[in-house]
């Protein structure tokens, strides 16, 4: 099969934006849900006339989504079954691959398959490269933070180290705030409040990471809360009493406050500069 990582960033290009709200929040209740399947009722689902009519109402209704992730998939699986078992030298193979994809590869096994197929698997591997305006967003904000204080400098050497206090004040106390919300570790707070101001200027590293890192080496997860996630996510209190989600949690709320110190610290700068 196609490695999953390939799969979704396929499915993040090709699903348009105002469908990524519904697709993350639909993702988010199936972890969040608290509804039970049966043995009974995964085994119905497998049934063939049932799979096949879930499979084609899935793709009437989200052909965006059903493209990358089980059209794309069937015939990258037997363009790899070709490349493996080239015809001619096997009489039988063995195959295992999930019901959904059976019909779906069926089909294009049946008809005539490339004599070269590593180079439509390859093109079936390769992902949409990244925006360059979007890359270039978090460099743009760099840049304009840096000539703030530039030019705060250049005006006052008081000024100048105003602004850079500001920075670090807003920025560190706005992400450290936003790490208390996650309970996280004493320390964990106090190197986000460091990291922040200074991580707002890196676009290659976030104080999420910093602070999540730190939270994991302080609070190392234990098997019991990897083997307790699923059950613990469906409720709010075990979102904060379960390592795991915990850290995810510290790093979410890292991230946003980082992000919110950033724009109010940055249109700061711009009013004493320029107000």
């Not at 009974?40 to 992730?69: M, N």
């Not at 079936?124 to 460099?139: D, F, G, M, N, Q």
């Not at 670090?168 to 990291?195: D, E, K, R």
């Not at 602070?211 to 809360?225: H, N, S, T, Y």
Request: proline share 5%.
């Amino acid at each position: 099969d196609r490695d999953i990582g390939i799969t979704l960033k396929r499915i993040y290009h090709n699903v348009p934006w105002w469908q990524r709200f519904s697709l993350f929040s639909g993702l988010l209740g199936g972890v969040l849900s608290r509804q039970d399947v049966s043995a009974e009722d995964i085994e119905r689902l497998k049934e063939g006339d049932v799979l096949e009519s879930t499979f084609r109402e899935f793709a009437t209704q989200s052909e965006s989504l059903y493209t990358p992730l089980i059209s794309e998939r069937d015939r990258y699986m037997a363009l790899r079954l070709a490349e493996r078992c080239p015809p001619g030298r096997y009489r039988h193979v063995l195959v295992v691959i999930g019901a959904g994809h059976l019909q779906g590869m069926a089909e294009h096994l049946e008809a005539p398959l490339p004599e070269a197929p590593s180079e439509e698997r390859e093109r079936l591997e390769a992902t949409p490269p990244r925006s360059r305006v979007w890359k270039a967003i978090p460099w743009l904000i760099t840049a304009l933070v840096l000539t703030g204080f530039a030019i705060g400098f250049s005006r006052n050497t008081g000024l100048g180290w105003q602004l850079v206090g500001e920075w670090f004040l807003i920025n560190g106390a706005l992400s450290g705030a936003a790490t208390l919300v996650a309970l996280a570790h004493p320390l964990t707070v106090l190197a986000t409040v460091v990291a922040a101001p200074l991580t707002s200027l890196n676009p290659t590293i976030g104080a999420g990471f910093v602070a999540a890192g730190v939270e994991l080496a302080l609070r190392k997860p234990k098997v019991r809360d990897f083997s307790t996630l699923r059950h613990d996510v469906t409720e709010l209190k075990g979102w904060w009493r379960n390592r795991v989600s915990r850290t995810l949690l510290v790093f979410l709320t890292a991230t946003l406050g980082s992000a919110a110190g950033t724009w109010i610290a940055g249109l700061r700068i711009a009013g004493t500069l320029f107000g």
